[in-house]
């Protein structure tokens, strides 16, 4: 990957040369994928840079500038070993590590649900490697999720941390963050602990936001909207 980013900027930068002598503005981006350069060309993934300047860099697709994480397939002890588990994310810091134990998931996947939680927790581990990639893979894009919830179909909707309402509105159609006028929200555990819509609305657990609203995750949601 590193070639390639190699590959990639020395593609681009004659050309960026050539119009940095017309247009004086563009010589501090070209500096600065110079210097890009020189860290990929001492071995040094651009994700391992401590921040990236993206609006220079974002016509390059450049691939270590994307965000990684390390799954190590580790054995049964390792799951609850802390000193072991920070050895090998040093190996790969500052990017996210993730520690499976591939032959346990082999053993969870035609278990119940109930099963194979209670065979997770005799190793000590909360949630299979799936859940925690998707979790991982979540909180390193910057994404969450939000329900909506009818008749014939519940369904989550990804969204990026820090949306608004509307925002969330607009991933399900664009008429509904256009027309927005309210969000009806209650929250995941509080819907399933009051044991329905209805009984959570007894509870007061169901409130309504307006525009200025962030999603939270957790979140079901009913939109009202009139176009």
Known sequence: LILADLQTIEKHLPKLQKESKAKPALRETMTYIESL??????????SALPSLDEEKISELHLLTAKPVIYAFNVDENTLTDSTKQQELSNLVAPARSLFICAKLEEEIKDLTQVEAQELLASYGVEETGLLQLIHAAYATLGLQSYLTAGPKEVRAWTIHRGDTAPQAAGVIHTDFERGFIAAQIVDYDDLVTAG????????????TEGKTYVMQPGDVVEFRFNV
């Open 37 to 46: 350069q020189r860290h990929l060309e001492e071995g040094t993934p651009l």
């Open 196 to 207: 329905g819509e209805q009984a959570a609305k007894a509870a007061g657990k169901v409130r």
